[in-house]
T-cell receptor, first 115, second 114 residues
């Protein structure tokens, strides 16, 4: 079974731009979560989607948004990029339980650099 | 304030020994605690999940304990191998705005010397 895939793997943007990252979960998984990982803050939960609905949300500004499609694929969008948004963005999928209670399978991440 | 603490200093051990990593937390009452392994440039890999009513859980060479009185989880790797060298993250379910989200520690780097 193919693992979680994320595209693109690397991205360079400038301040003020917006960016969309994509995540394809493991086949049969219905829950997708997104995380931001930085050296300064570590791994932080952004939000979680299940059946096209946001189920949980972390403490990030409204510039960070996401959505999930009927095939469980998910996208996250960051608008008005800031230098501090430079990070590794990770997506994880699980069968259907929440990110806290179910085994999560992480993708390789998208490395975003904001100049 | 809520805090999760893992040793920031790398843990260096010799091959064959047991590695013990610590995860302490304050101002949380987690029902679930997870351990992950992360290699450089890769996403975390799930290892074990333990519930608050479970004192101990094992999987092959791995063992996790969860002491809700001490607010601590210990993660053990027995008969450690150089391939076990990685950063190990603990995560627990923390309250946020009425729901529970996974909150991660900063991780401890384990280096197993041959």
């Amino acid at each position: 079974k193919a693992g979680v895939t994320q595209t693109p793997r690397y991205l360079i943007k400038t301040r003020g731009q917006q960016v969309t990252l994509s995540c394809s979960p493991i086949s049969g998984h219905r829950s997708v979560s997104w995380y931001q990982q930085t050296p300064g803050q570590g791994l932080q939960f952004l939000f979680e989607y299940f059946s096209e609905t946001q189920r949980n949300k972390g403490n990030f500004p409204g510039r960070f948004s996401g959505r999930q499609f009927s095939n469980s694929r998910s996208e996250m969008n960051v608008s008005t990029l800031e230098l501090g948004d430079s990070a590794l963005y990770l997506c994880a999928s699980s069968l259907g339980g929440t990110a806290s209670t179910d085994t999560q399978y992480f993708g390789p991440g998208t490395r975003l650099t904001v100049l | 304030s809520q805090k999760i603490e893992q040793n920031s200093e790398a843990l260096n051990i010799q091959e064959g020994k047991t590695a013990t990593l610590t995860c302490n937390y304050t101002n949380y009452s987690p029902a679930y605690l997870q351990w992950y392994r992360q290699d450089p440039g890769r996403g975390p890999v799930f290892l074990l999940l333990i519930r608050e009513n479970e004192k101990e859980k094992r999987k092959e060479r791995l063992k996790v304990t969860f002491d809700t009185t001490l607010k601590q989880s210990l993660f053990h790797i027995t008969a450690s191998q150089p391939a076990d060298s990685a950063t190990y993250l603990c995560a627990l379910d923390g309250a946020s705005g009425g729901s529970y989200i996974p909150t991660f520690g900063r991780g401890t780097s384990l280096i197993v010397h041959p």
